[in-house]
């Protein structure tokens, strides 16, 4: 188990603020935020990479600046992989094991299984890993870190230099292997997606502050702040008027309900942000007199793509300048078409400023 406790750490004009996390044995840690967030630098000072200037790390109860590497069963993968040029691959992915003094049959089987499980064994006979592809480097450091049997294992945005389809391969093959081997996982990442795969716990990070830690789904679905909702990509993120009904807010010439009004009692503000992903919008062609679901009217605009998600603009007043996002219908609406907008009162997420 790794403790953090009141960490913080100041590097020139940046600093990490204060930081308390826990990460059972066993779990597999995402690290996600934009760039300058302080990702790397609290991978490092939870590696003992660096030293805080308040606070400490403990690791299964031993204070990380106090253990020696030779005794520490930690392997890390930084961004650029830090492979060794002039070996082979066998000897990149063995040299560990070779630091420690392992017999040569051990060696041997450990770096014949890995390669397999990675499917790298083509690849041992090459005398340098220089000419490999980006792919093939990736699992050859990823074997290599793996080698010793490490209890905690720390990637630092190993597949950022991949493209999509050799990433996704990787994802899957990391994600297998932590569930065979049980080892902690901590890992930098800007790819979301790649946390739905890997992780079972995310904390996301803004100037140095952990903003929100949870279950990636959770985390994915419930932001904390209008911040947090347009990082994890949310769509629709605006300031509504309370109306007299518990539960309700007013965005222009739109009425929408929340499902936990309960919520509205930490704040004694008459706005609200509210956050809404596009998919949670269930658009249909003309005025439907008997909904299924909560709903307001609004008039369609053009249907595009926000990266892999399709969705249409949805004015929402008679100027046509206050626009939100909903999912784009089966069947073609032409733009200027008063429309119909289900949701279900549930996706819609009250969020700090």
Not at 25 to 54: D, M, N, Q, V, W
Not at 94 to 102: E, G, H, N, V, W
Not at 192 to 208: Q, Y
Not at 328 to 342: F, Q
């Amino acid at each position: 188990m790794i403790e953090i406790k009141n960490l913080s750490v100041n590097r020139g004009k940046f600093s990490l603020n204060n930081l308390s996390l826990t990460i059972k044995k066993g779990e597999s840690l995402a690290l996600i935020g934009p760039s300058g967030a302080g990702k790397t630098l609290f991978l490092e000072t939870i590696l003992g990479l660096r030293r805080p200037s308040t606070g400490s790390v403990f690791i299964d109860g031993k204070n990380v600046n106090m253990m020696k590497p030779e005794n520490s069963s930690i392997a890390y993968l930084p961004q650029d992989l830090a492979l060794f040029p002039h070996l082979s691959v066998y000897d990149n992915i063995a040299f560990c094991l070779r630091i420690k003094s392992k017999p040569k049959e051990y060696t041997e089987s450990v770096v014949s299984r890995l390669a397999s499980q990675l499917r790298i064994d083509y690849l041992l006979q090459r005398k340098s890993v220089a000419n490999l592809s980006g792919g093939e480097k990736q699992r050859v450091a990823l074997a290599r870190a793996l080698a010793a049997d490490p209890n905690l294992v720390f990637l630092d945005e190993p597949f950022s230099a991949l493209d999509g389809a050799r990433r996704r391969e990787l994802h899957v093959e990391v994600n297998r292997l932590h569930k065979e081997h049980n080892f902690t996982l901590v890992f930098v990442t800007h790819d979301l997606d790649e946390t739905l795969v890997v992780a079972n716990k995310v904390a996301l990070m803004r100037k140095g502050d952990i903003i929100q830690t949870g279950a990636p789904k959770d985390m994915f679905n419930n932001p904390v702040s209008a911040w947090a909702a347009h990082f994890l990509l949310f769509e629709n993120i605006f300031e509504a008027e309370k109306t007299k009904k518990e539960g309700q807010f007013r965005y222009e010439d739109m009425t929408i309900q929340i499902s936990k009004p309960s919520e509205l009692k930490a704040t004694s503000t008459e706005k609200q942000w509210l956050a809404v992903k596009a998919e949670a919008f269930s658009v249909e062609k003309g005025i439907n007199k008997r909904p299924q679901n909560p709903f307001f009217t609004a008039t369609s605009g053009e249907t595009f793509h926000f990266g892999r998600t399709e969705v249409i603009e949805l004015f929402v007043n008679k100027s046509k300048t206050a626009k939100l996002y909903g999912k784009a219908p089966a069947s073609t609406i032409k733009a200027g078409t008063k429309v119909t907008v289900e949701y279900n009162e549930s996706q819609v997420k009250l969020v700090k400023v």
